[in-house]
């Protein structure tokens, strides 16, 4: 991940901690397009800054967000193999 995809995708987690604090991560108590409309004026936001369409911005979001999980799943192993 690029320094400038971890900025790209610390925004959107501040912006996330700030404002969504009450919003569960469930999909069945929030449905996910509840989630999106929550996330639209940080990803509108970046989406200018970086010049991209919105939903373009979106997609990156979500594959950051996948690439952080998996390296977090990583040191988390990496930890308990030392064990």
């Known amino acids: 991940m690029t320094t400038?995809?971890?900025?790209?995708?610390?925004?959107?987690?501040?912006?996330?901690?700030?404002?969504?604090?009450d919003m569960e991560s469930d999909?069945?108590?929030?449905?996910?397009?509840?989630?999106?409309?929550?996330?639209?004026?940080?990803?509108?936001e970046l989406?200018?800054?970086?010049q991209m369409p919105v939903e373009d911005a979106f997609i990156k979001y979500m594959d950051l967000a996948s690439e952080a999980a998996v390296e977090r799943d990583r040191e988390y192993k990496a930890q308990f193999e030392e064990i």
């Open 47 to 50: 989406a200018m800054k970086y």
């Open 27 to 44: 999909p069945q108590k929030n449905p996910i397009s509840e989630q999106i409309k929550a996330l639209r004026p940080i990803l509108q």
């Open 4 to 21: 400038e995809d971890r900025e790209f995708l610390n925004e959107i987690y501040k912006y996330i901690n700030e404002n969504l604090k």
